[in-house]
T-cell receptor, first 113, second 114 residues
Framework: DQQVKQNSPSLSVQEGRISILNCDYT??????FLWYKKYPAEGPTFLIS?????DKNEDGRFTVFLNKSAKHLSLHIVPSQPGDSAVYFC????????????FGQGTRLTINP | NAGVTQTPKFQVLKTGQSMTLQCAQD?????MYWYRQDPGMGLRLIYY???????DKGEVPNGYNVSRLNKREFSLRLESAAPSQTSVYFC?????????????FGPGTRLLVL
């Protein structure tokens, strides 16, 4: 069973607009969430994270929102740039077992000029 | 400063063959991880090593063994490769013992088992 789900395999957004990537989780024991970005033929790179004690975290053009009651988080990128075209993975860490991350399937974001 | 390096970049094996995937980091990190990435599955943790001399199973350890040779190196061994192990393998490291810290990933090893 997929504990962390990214239901949109792909997303296409026009340059300059807002990109919204979504992630849902099923396990109430997750209390820390991260987003990683991956370019082709490279390893993932860390983007932004959020603890369950917060509902929002912002870093430049990137903002992550957490809705604990809905078990849902989203990554907002504004404004979107061509270099943002990549696969985005959300990941969750449980209260017990902070050495382990559970990743979603990934969403491929394409920014069109 | 190369970060995390992995060798080989690509490998083709026949069913039943064995091989070792190598990973090294030059950031003086304490913890290292092995993941596999399959289409539609995201990344799944195979094994991790919280510190030199210790290793623990992750989500999908069956069919794999690991060795934390020293602080820098963490290898993944397939003793008898199976087609189900066709995947892209990523090694990662963190400074401390928590995967909640920024993980630094290598470029990956693409493995095809025929």
């Amino acid at each position: 069973d997929q504990q962390v789900k990214q239901n949109s395999p792909s997303l296409s957004v026009q340059e300059g607009r807002i990109s919204i990537l979504n992630c849902d989780y099923t396990n109430s024991m997750f209390d820390y969430f991260l987003w990683y970005k991956k370019y082709p033929a490279e390893g993932p790179t860390f983007l932004i994270s959020i603890s369950s004690i917060k509902d929002k975290n912002e870093d430049g053009r990137f903002t992550v929102f957490l809705n604990k009651s809905a078990k849902h988080l989203s990554l907002h990128i504004v404004p979107s740039q061509p270099g943002d075209s990549a696969v985005y993975f959300c990941a969750a860490s449980p209260i017990q077992g902070a050495q382990k991350l559970v990743f979603g399937q990934g969403t491929r974001l394409t920014i069109n000029p | 400063n190369a970060g995390v390096t992995q060798t080989p970049k690509f490998q083709v094996l026949k069913t039943g063959q064995s091989m070792t995937l190598q990973c090294a980091q030059d950031m003086n990190h304490n913890s290292m991880y092995w993941y596999r990435q399959d289409p539609g599955m995201g990344l799944r943790l195979i094994y991790y090593s919280a510190s030199e001399g210790t290793t623990d199973k992750g989500e999908v350890p069956n069919g794999y063994n690991v060795s934390r040779l020293n602080k820098r190196e963490f290898s993944l061994r397939l003793e008898s490769a199976a087609p189900s192990q066709t995947s892209v393998y990523f090694c990662a490291s963190t400074l401390g013992p928590s995967a909640r810290e920024t993980q630094y990933f290598g470029p990956g090893t693409r493995l095809l088992v025929l």
